[in-house]
């Protein structure tokens, strides 16, 4: 590995916004907000959505109805045809 090519790695804590979860990491990511946990200073880093969070992992995933989306989409378009090539 060559030297003075590569980021710092930095203890780091991620936040999610949402839930409050914290997950401690490393990351090439600082910020100046910071913390001491365990007697190591760690960034605070707020993160929108994480596995905590995100409608997949927690189970709340809501599927959508494609075909009803279609059918109702065939209701009002369906009988509009484009235009043809004009004739010349």
């Known amino acids: 590995m060559k030297a003075e090519i590569h980021p710092d790695y930095n203890p780091v804590v991620f936040v999610d916004m949402t839930t409050g979860k914290r997950f401690i990491t490393r990351s090439t990511k600082v910020s100046d907000k910071k913390e001491t946990i365990d007697g190591v200073e760690h960034s605070v880093i707020s993160i929108g959505v ?14 959508v109805d494609t075909e009803g989306r279609i059918d109702k989409f065939q209701k009002r378009f369906g009988a509009v045809r484009r235009a043809g090539k004009p004739k010349l």
Do not use: I, N, R
Not at 50 to 63: E, I, N
């Open 50 to 63: 994480t596995s905590d969070s995100h409608p997949f992992f927690t189970g709340l995933a809501q599927f």
